[in-house]
Structures are given as C-alpha cells and as structure tokens.
C-alpha cells in the first residue's frame, strides 16, 4: 500500500534457545520449553509465511543429546507447516558432535559447521564462530578461506551470513570478554561482497548496527534476557523476561528487521482484517486521504474503537 512492493524474502530470525536435556528448567527456575513454544506459537498466530527459519546458536545449554532431540521434535513441525527452509547455526554453549549427528542427521563431527543453503535466489551462510571448550568467538583462517571462494560468485538475490558472535561492540564488559575476535580479517573477507546483512545472536538483547558497511542485526533470545538497564549494582542481571524473535523483510535494496515480543498485550487500537479489502480497493489518492487526513471521519473513529 506503499511506496514499496511486498518483501522478495521473508526470514524468521530466533536465537539463543538454551534447551536442556528432559525438559529441565534453565537455573531452575526459566521454562525455556515453554518460552520456544511461545515464540513458534506467536509465529504461527501472525499470519507471516517466512522463506526462511534462522536459528542463530546456543540452540542447547550443554550440548546435551536429549536438548537436540527436543529442539528438533518442536520446530520441524512448525517450520513444515509454515512451508520455510530451517537453518541452524552454532553457538558456544553447543556442541559439534551432537550438533551435527542430531540435528542432520550426519557422522558426528568436530569440524567448524559451516553450510550454505539456497533460499530461493537468496543465499544464507551459516557460518560457525564457535572455539571448542570455550565461550569468545573465532574465526579460523581456513573458514575465512571458504568463506571467501564461496563469495565470490554473487547470489541472485545477494547473501545472508549468519553466525552466533556478532561482530558488533556491546556496553556490558562481561559480554565484551566473550567477543568475537579479530574482526578486521572478518571484514576484509566481507567487504565488497554481495552479503545484505549479517544476523547474529549471542547477546541476549536484539541491538543493530554494522559492520563493513553490512547491517548488523541481533536477536534477542527466547529463554532469558540481559537487562541493560539493571541497577548499577549489577554487573550482569538475567531475567525471565523482554524475550522476543525478529522479523527480516529484504526488499530489493533494502533489508529491514523488526523485533516481535512474545508477550501477549491487551490491545489499546487497530483494525479487523475485514477493512483491508476495502482499504486496498481504494485508489491511491483516496486511501492516503483516508488514512493519512487528521480531520478523515475514519480515523477519528477509530481512534476511540479498540475491537473494530
């Protein structure tokens, strides 16, 4: 209805589930099952039809078999019916070997798990920033290597690379420990390629930014989140709560990723699905007139209607 036509790809961008072996809750105290079944749930409701299913690392706590099985038994399904490619990336808090048997159903394997997956004209890059047995992460030169020969013929719609560590700065030190490390090698690998952003986790807070010219985008993540705006005697606080997944709209030239809580809120205003036939009926001129005019009887309406 814009000055835009519909988005060429729509991804899906979760992060960071931590799921646990039998159910069992994160520290005891998060459902981190239920929090997954929320966001799926929440996807499903909206109507949105992805191409794409990104999951950008930390998709277990402990690397546990059991979490991967779990994880696989209550996405698949979701994504199937939603008729999107499911993408998996790695995180620090998993681990290769189960990782790549379980959830590919391949040998079990300790080399970094890097793949490429065609969506539709678009090109992902999962790309696997994790160092075994610890929590920063690294690039290896020999990924680096990969990562170059695979770019260096375009894609036709360009190329999403996701990874878990975002190359981006973050004001919690902690965290900061736990970066990524040397990026500039990174950078110079990606720039000048066809790569239209880079979706990332890790942080537990959705934040943008860039890198190498490229958008930068972080999920927040599904089980818990870190609160920046905690008590300054708090070096670092997790809550139950602010968890959310993002949508990833890439137009032509443009790539825009918007961040959707799980929380169910009471709505305040809006509109039926019922006005929109009528709405895209209207010629431009009248629709603008409409919708846009202070002094439109439509809107004045609406203003007070919170079930129309």
Not at 26 to 47: D, F, K, N, W
Not at 240 to 251: A, C, E, M, R, T
Request: glycine share 8%; charged share 20%; proline share 8%.
């Amino acid at each position: 209805m814009g000055q835009y036509p519909p988005a060429q790809h729509v991804v899906v961008h979760l992060s960071d589930t931590h799921l646990l072996g039998e159910g069992r809750p994160l520290y005891g105290v998060v459902p981190v099952e239920q929090r997954l079944a929320q966001a799926l749930e929440r996807i499903e409701r909206s109507g949105v039809r992805p191409h794409a299913v990104v999951f950008t690392g930390d998709l277990a706590d402990l690397g546990e078999p059991d979490a991967y099985r779990r994880l696989r038994a209550a996405v698949e399904p979701v994504v199937e019916r939603l008729g999107a490619q499911l993408i998996w990336v790695m995180g620090n808090h998993d681990e290769r070997g189960p990782y790549s048997s379980l959830l590919f159903d391949e040998p079990a394997s300790e080399h970094p798990q890097d793949r490429v997956y065609d969506v539709a004209g678009l090109r992902v890059i999962s790309l696997d920033s994790t160092v075994p047995g610890y929590h920063h992460g690294e690039i290896a030169p020999e990924q680096l290597d990969w990562l170059r020969g695979v770019l260096a013929e375009p894609a036709p719609h360009g190329t999403l690379l996701a990874l878990h560590h975002p190359p981006v700065p973050t004001p919690l030190e902690i965290m900061a420990v736990l970066e990524l490390q040397d990026q500039p090698a990174l950078a110079a690998v990606l720039s000048g390629t066809d790569v239209r952003a880079i979706l990332a986790g890790h942080l537990h807070y959705s934040t943008h930014s860039t890198f190498a010219g490229i958008p930068v985008h972080v999920a927040a993540a599904t089980c818990y989140t870190l609160d920046l705006g905690a008590d300054a005697g708090r070096l670092l606080s997790g809550v139950d709560g602010g968890q959310s997944f993002d949508l990833v709209h890439l137009y032509e030239e443009v790539v825009v990723s918007s961040t959707v809580p799980l929380g169910a809120f009471p709505e305040a205003t809006g509109f039926s699905i019922d006005y929109r036939p009528m709405i895209e009926g209207m010629p431009a001129a009248e629709r603008l007139e409409k919708l846009s005019s202070k002094n439109s009887p439509f809107t004045i309406s609406e203003a007070t209607a919170s079930n129309a």
